[in-house]
């Protein structure tokens, strides 16, 4: 069984009353003779009736078993119903709190059928005149589609974007902890190597002493027993009196 499909009747479209939709046989239709080059009345209506239905489709929908058939109102509109029809716009906008600025899907929907009732009420008057606004609105349909396309792509290539800063910015920070870390070796080892030196330097001062002062002994050394060596030979040239 069919699923149970029944169209909201919250639309500004002005529809008619919905029909129970009957199967009949078709039959070819009899030609009386040739066709006349002029469309009388109810021909004009019929084709105006037809581009109609082409330019807002009629909606279908089962009830228990049963096709209804809705089609939208072929009764020419009023200036009073162009004023309702603004009243009825206003409140609705009002009544599902569509944003006045900005993205809205709500003030979109709204807006688009407001356009579409427009269609019908311009082509109940004059056919080519709905067919024209109807190229306008397909227009219209596909730039914002086009606009939106548009908008998810650069929506993905900003997150694609976010994602590979994220992921910089982590081999970032990983490269900041990598240096800190050599950082500290290095400065562990200018701490080493400082000490190092230290020592170093204090070994050889004390080297340094520790020679001055086996020279200074050696010299001292050196001179007593020059003195010495001096006094004998003095002992041995003087004369003995």
């Known amino acids: 069984m069919a699923e149970r499909i029944i169209p909201s009747p919250n639309t500004l479209v002005k529809y008619d009353n ?31 009736d037809e581009i109609l239905n082409t330019i807002l489709p009629p909606r279908e929908w089962e009830e228990d078993g049963q096709q209804w058939r809705q089609s939208v109102s072929t009764t020419p509109a009023t ?23 900005g993205i809205c899907p709500i003030r979109r929907e709204l ?24 190229r306008v609105r397909d ?12 908008y998810c792509s650069s ?15 982590s081999d970032l920070f990983q490269a900041v902890e990598i240096l800190k870390n050599e950082k500290q070796d290095l400065e562990q080892q200018i701490t080493e190597l400082k000490q190092r030196a230290e020592q170093a330097d204090r070994r050889a001062a004390e080297t340094r ?33």
């Open 18 to 48: 919905p029909i129970l939709v009957t199967k009949h046989p078709q039959t070819a239709p009899v030609e009386d003779g040739p066709k006349k080059s002029t469309l009388t009345g109810s021909d004009l209506k019929r084709e105006t």
């Open 139 to 150: 227009e219209m349909k596909m730039t914002i589609e086009a606009f939106q396309a548009l």
């Open 209 to 241: 002493l520790a020679e001055e002062r086996k020279h200074t002994e050696e010299i001292a050394f050196l001179k007593k027993a020059n003195q010495q060596l001096k006094a004998q030979l003095e002992g041995i040239i003087t004369p003995k009196k």
């Open 111 to 134: 807006y688009t059928q407001c356009f579409d009732e427009l269609i019908r009420q311009v082509t109940i008057n004059c056919a080519e005149r709905g067919l024209l606004l109807l």
């Open 155 to 169: 929506v993905a290539f900003g997150m694609r974007k976010a994602l590979q800063a994220e992921q910089g910015k």
């Open 79 to 101: 200036r009073l119903d162009v004023v309702n029809l603004q009243e009825q716009l206003d409140m609705r906008l009002q009544q599902r709190q569509a944003r006045e600025t």
